[in-house]
């Protein structure tokens, strides 16, 4: 069985901003926005002031929503983008920010779980009989024992 593939023109040296957006699986929004976070670097513009992207741009893009997806802020996004721009940075360098990250996770767990725990016991504390204003869980708020 063969096949027939439409030629697709593709202009490797520059993308507005829709082009940018839509590769990427981003609102052209989010492309102003970490331009104004300076997680991109601002485009130059065409003579009727449309902003002209360069190669690389929806990689970085790309970047930036997966690192994001993993928990790293803009401002940890921004230094890995640094270390991933230097050419003395090293791959431990990269692995030291991803084990702090973890690091971050793990106590983030931990503080779910503990909370996850004392709701647990409130919940446990309340019936679900009797009014509101007799209830063990809006005490428990309140600070109040009963």
Do not use: H, W
């Not at 829709?18 to 670097?41: M, S």
């Not at 983008?81 to 767990?109: H, V």
């Amino acid at each position: 069985m063969y096949r027939v593939y439409r030629a697709v023109k593709v202009n490797v040296t520059e993308q507005t901003i829709g082009q940018v957006a839509r590769a990427a699986g981003v609102g052209v929004e989010t492309v102003r926005f970490y331009e104004r976070q300076q997680l991109l670097p601002a485009p130059k513009r065409n003579g009727v002031g449309y902003r002209q992207y360069p190669p690389g741009t929806v990689s970085r893009l790309r970047f930036v929503k997966r690192a994001q997806a993993l928990g790293f802020s803009l401002s940890e996004i921004g230094e890995l983008l640094s270390l991933r721009a230097s050419p003395r940075s090293t791959c431990g360098q990269m692995r030291g920010r991803a084990e702090m990250k973890r690091s971050e996770i793990d106590k983030k767990l931990r503080d779910l779980r503990r909370l996850r725990r004392a709701l647990d016991k409130v919940i446990q504390e309340c019936s679900g009989d009797g009014p509101a204003t007799r209830c063990p869980i809006l005490a428990a708020l309140e600070g109040e024992v009963r």
